[in-house]
């Protein structure tokens, strides 16, 4: 089969020939027709060995059931989820994390869902009960942050987008929409980072008594700092969770239904992906360069062609 793999010089990235998976009894083996990326996925490709297969998000049809008889049936179109190997025309994916498709939603609607859409909806079932509490999503023009807004608002909540690309949040369902955090400003009872450094920083300075900070990425690598005192006395039972999106899984083990869940409110109308690039695979270093220089609001899907 084809895929795309790692290769040492920019942008880090080919399509070439490689062994066909095997599923295990588990898996369901998956013809891929799309791809999403993320930043985590591509920003590591330059240190992986060449010709390694790597992806996290991938929808497509079942050309074969998991030999245990669990999953979707061949035939049924699907949106997966994978710690590696979802950039390939074949995928072996575990059970627990695929879920068939409602027929009005594409692959590549489906494919922008996993990694970004679940991160989304678990930092909200983190944050616990939000009708008409005040939640700030950071970071709120990448992938997770426009799934973070729709999703908060679809539970009632109160929501604060803060990016530097600011156009389109209100649309979300953003209320208000800011360019940094003031620190003598209001507090949240959930805040969702995307963004580390002297954002999360900020941000702990702005929690709620009580109130939650779900940091699950670092955009910005430098280290955090803040005042102690202005978390422990100033927020006291507040807490800092960091959340890693495959850990959660492993440990809910509802990967599959949270697709489902996801994939139907697309169905619906009350969840717009937000797939702001569209390309074959072939052009996968094109759109992988875009991504990494911040040129993409929302998603950016390959079409496995």
């Known amino acids: 089969m084809r895929a795309l793999v790692s290769k040492t010089s920019p942008p880090f990235v ?5 062994p066909d998976p095997e599923a295990e009894h588990n898996q369901a083996l998956v013809e891929v027709k799309a791809i999403s990326l993320n930043r985590g ?4 490709l330059e240190s992986m060995d060449p010709g390694t ?4 998000d991938l ?37 627990d994390f695929v879920a068939e ?11 922008a869902l996993p990694v970004a859409a679940l991160t989304a909806l678990r930092a909200l079932e983190i ?24 999703l908060a608002k679809l539970a009632g909540a109160r929501v604060t987008a803060l990016a530097r690309r600011t156009e389109g949040l209100r649309e979300l369902g953003a209320d208000e929409v800011i360019t940094e955090i003031d620190l003598d400003g209001p507090t949240y009872d959930l805040i969702i980072d995307a963004v580390g450094a002297g954002v ?19 955009t910005v690598p430098e280290p955090v700092s803040y005042p102690a005192r202005e978390l422990f006395a100033r927020a006291p039972r507040a807490k800092l969770y960091g959340l890693y999106l495959f850990a ?41 360069e875009a991504l990494l220089d911040r040129r993409v609001n929302g998603k950016a899907v390959l079409q496995v062609d």
């Open 14 to 18: 080919e399509i070439a020939d490689v």
């Open 41 to 44: 996925e591509t920003r590591r």
């Open 53 to 56: 297969v790597t992806g996290w």
């Open 59 to 95: 929808a497509g049809v079942v050309k074969r059931q998991a030999p245990d008889g669990s999953g979707p049936q061949a035939g049924a179109r699907v949106v997966g989820l994978m710690n590696v190997g979802a950039w390939a025309e074949l995928a072996a994916v575990d059970t």
């Open 101 to 111: 498709l409602p027929d009005t939603v594409s692959f590549e609607q489906a494919a």
């Open 127 to 150: 944050g616990g009960f939000v009708l008409d509490k005040p939640v700030l999503v950071t970071g709120a023009s990448g992938g997770v942050g426009r799934f973070a807004i729709q």
């Open 200 to 218: 999360l920083g900020a941000a702990i300075q702005r929690v709620a008594p009580g109130g939650t900070v779900v940091s699950f990425a670092s």
């Open 248 to 288: 959660e899984l492993a440990h809910t083990r509802s990967g599959s239904s949270d697709l489902r869940r996801l994939a139907e409110l697309i169905a619906a109308g009350k969840l717009d992906p937000q797939i702001d690039v569209t390309l074959s695979w072939s052009d996968a270093g094109q759109a992988i």
